[in-house]
């Protein structure tokens, strides 16, 4: 292989090319911000169904709800109970049932469908069904990040 | 949420940086890509331009050591795929070693120093590898 000449055309070839490296890695690195701090927003935004709030949602209208999973279910189905945001990073177990249907269009943030397994906590953004359950349109995998009081 | 704010960019970030610091010797060497990109310096002397890839391999190794700690001292461990965080680990093992090895190399007082710059390439590979199966287990 031949040495590159080092004439101005070379040179502004490279400094072109180096221009270009560091703008890829600074759009990357301001990618990775930005989905961070996107998914750091989705996880409390999540927060803000209250207990009563849940109680009284109609049929078709859409909550955010935090549950603590008991069962996991093949037949896609997330039974558990409803989380009471306490602060930020803590919530406290409330007596609401709360029953979860997950479909093919649910997506999963944080993580996959196996991390629903018993004792996981999750936020679920859903509709809520005749029959009180929440048909499951995002679910959130919490676990590690949020605590019981 | 910053617990995980702060966790998931630094992870990004030195997965980032990490890419480029193993793109940079290929850059700055005569390789097909350099003469391609015309990235190469021929003008200096080759462990000299490799400062940028020094730079960033002692950078990578505390973002990813405060990637590991962020979580760890708020008690989000718990719960994680242990297996994911098993092989991070590993892979912030294998970080320190290449920190290492790097600078056996950089000082050039290796006696083998093909055998030393086969060993970066293996560890480079077993870091690359390791932190995919940690974003695959645990992202």
């Known amino acids: 292989m ?10 502004n070839k490279s400094r072109l090319a180096w221009s270009a490296i560091i703008a890829f890695l600074t759009v990357l690195a301001g990618f990775a911000i930005w989905h961070s701090a996107r998914t750091a927003a989705s996880m409390s935004g999540t927060a803000s169904s209250e207990e009563s709030q849940f109680a009284q949602a109609k049929a078709g209208s859409k909550v955010k709800v935090a549950m603590e999973v008991a ?35 649910t997506a999963f943030v944080m993580g996959k469908r196996d991390d629903a397994h018993a004792s996981a906590m999750i936020y679920i953004t859903g509709v809520v069904q005749k029959d009180r359950s929440v048909d499951a349109e995002q679910i959130v995998i919490l676990t590690g990040y949020i605590h019981l009081e | 949420m910053n617990t995980f704010f702060y966790t998931s960019t ?30 190469e310096q021929s003008e200096k002397p080759y462990l000299r331009r490799m400062w940028a890839h020094y ?12 990637h590991a700690w962020i979580p760890m001292q ?42 030393d710059r ?9 870091i690359v590898a390791t932190a995919a199966a940690h974003v695959w287990l645990n992202g």
């Open chain 1, 2 to 11: 031949q040495a590159t000449p080092n004439t101005g055309e070379s040179k």
């Open chain 1, 71 to 105: 069962s996991g279910g093949a037949d896609e189905t997330v039974r558990g109970i409803l989380l009471q945001k306490k602060t930020e990073e803590k919530y406290a177990r409330t007596s609401t049932q709360v029953v979860a249907h997950i479909a093919d269009h």
């Open chain 2, 10 to 39: 630094l992870g990004w970030l030195a997965s980032i940086l990490l890419g480029a610091g193993i793109l940079l010797p290929y850059l700055l060497r005569r390789t097909a890509l350099s003469q391609r990109l015309g990235t």
């Open chain 2, 55 to 66: 730079c960033i391999g002692y950078l990578v190794a505390p973002l990813a050591l405060l």
């Open chain 2, 74 to 115: 708020a008690g989000g461990a718990h719960g994680a795929n242990m297996a994911g965080l098993w092989i991070a680990t590993a892979s912030l093992v294998l970080l320190f070693l290449q920190i290492v090895l790097g600078l056996g190399l950089k000082a050039a007082t290796s006696l083998d120093r093909q055998r």
């Open chain 2, 118 to 126: 086969r060993i970066h390439y293996w560890v480079m590979l077993g």
